[in-house]
């Protein structure tokens, strides 16, 4: 069975950087358009990020110039680099196909202080 597995949260300060990665068991992300959503609390899942399997990347206005997200389609994993951290980026990251979404993990948090 196809699971979504998201790693790399945690607290940091404003200013500071987290890269989160997203390992895909059951089946290989090689093939299709991959995401990294967020979700603050009280607000609606966003897409922040997105990569084509040919490396092709699109941002959020809100996350350009900040965020960065690559693949590696032989390990069947995304990564999400973030770099200058808001405390509005405050929240529950998650992957999945941007296409024909799977099931959705359990996410990881993070958290940006001021």
């Known amino acids: 069975q196809v699971q979504l597995v998201e790693s790399g949260g945690g607290l940091v300060q404003a200013g500071g950087s987290l890269r989160l990665s997203c390992a895909a068991s059951?089946?290989?992300?090689?093939?299709?358009?991959m995401g990294w959503y967020r979700q603050a609390p009280g607000k609606q899942r966003e897409l922040v990020a997105s990569?084509?399997?040919?490396?092709?990347?699109s941002y959020a206005e809100s996350v350009k110039g900040r965020f960065t997200i690559s693949r590696d389609n032989a390990k069947n994993t995304v990564y999400l680099q973030m770099n200058s951290l808001k405390p509005e980026d405050t929240a529950v990251y998650y992957c999945?196909?941007?296409?024909?979404?799977?099931?959705w993990g359990q996410g990881t948090q993070v958290t940006v202080s001021s």
């Open positions: 999945n196909r941007v296409l024909l979404t799977l099931s």
């Open positions: 059951g089946t290989t992300a090689g093939s299709h358009v």
């Open positions: 990569i084509t399997s040919g490396g092709t990347t």
